[in-house]
């Protein structure tokens, strides 16, 4: 497995979670890493992508509530999502831009 996510999960309305997504040295260097969702029955969305130097992307629907950081060192991408709202719930799949590499998804729910 190349990449691969953790921290899904059932939470209220106003609640949080931390996603993680952990890939090979050879995948994560001097490469975009990024956050996508899908929701039922739409598609696939862009949350966030963050640079190997530090500089982050993120969707409107979440600015100011959503942080994506990563550790270098570590190979891992996180993903911390405050304030979740139910419309956030979704599949959220890590994605390493060059290459094209996909993690195999985590569930958010977010209830109301």
């Known amino acids: 497995v190349q990449l691969q996510a953790s921290g899904g999960g059932l939470v209220q309305a106003g609640g949080s979670l931390r996603l993680s997504c952990s890939a090979s040295?050879?995948?994560?260097?001097?490469?975009?890493m990024g956050w996508h969702r899908q929701a039922p029955g739409k598609q696939r969305e862009l949350v966030a992508e963050?640079?190997?130097?530090?500089?982050?992307n993120y969707a409107d629907s979440v600015k100011g509530r959503f942080t994506i950081s990563r550790d270098n060192a570590k190979n891992t991408v996180y993903l911390q999502m405050n304030s979740l709202k139910p419309e956030d719930t979704g599949v959220y799949y890590c994605?390493?831009?060059?290459?094209?590499?996909w993690g195999q998804g985590t569930q958010v729910t977010v209830s109301s």
């Open positions: 994605n390493a831009r060059r290459g094209s590499y």
């Open positions: 963050i640079t190997s130097g530090g500089r982050a």
């Open positions: 040295r050879g995948i994560f260097s001097i490469n975009v």
